[in-house]
Nanobody, 118 residues
Framework: QAQLVESGGGLVQEGGSLRLSCKAP???????????INWYRQAPGKQRESVAS???????NYADAVKGRFTISRDNSRKTVYLQMDNLKPDDTGVYYC?????????WGQGTQVTVSS
């Protein structure tokens, strides 16, 4: 199983920063180390959208809306992926989810709420 647990969300003013964490406590380490981990977000009334991803080789990819402001990283020893979010904007408001495809299935965390006030 690949349970994912997100944390780090909260309320922040425009221009502020947050760091989200996504832990995979139950994944076998050798499997975790080979997986691409993704961050998605869903704003109220909108579809879930991709935000960033990081491969096992630590190649990262970002949505255009967050390039230059968000940084994804991973610590395999902790089975954790981080999303550092700087210069936050009200449009970044939403529930942030991490995702991994493993054991033949897609797994999602419960999400963490990010609210950016103007």
């Amino acid at each position: 199983q690949a349970q994912l647990v997100e944390s780090g969300g909260g309320l922040v003013q425009e221009g502020g920063s947050l760091r989200l964490s996504c832990k995979a406590p139950r994944m076998i380490t050798s499997v975790y180390n080979t997986r691409t981990i993704n961050w998605y977000r869903q704003a109220p009334g909108k579809q879930r959208e991709s935000v960033a991803s990081i491969t096992s080789e630590r190649f990262s990819n970002y949505a255009d809306a967050v390039k230059g402001r968000f940084t994804i990283s991973r610590d395999n020893s902790r089975k954790t992926v981080y999303l550092q979010m700087d210069n936050l904007k009200p449009d970044d408001t939403g529930v942030y989810y991490c995702n991994v495809n493993a054991y033949g299935n897609d797994y999602w965390g419960q999400g963490t709420q990010v609210t950016v006030s103007s």
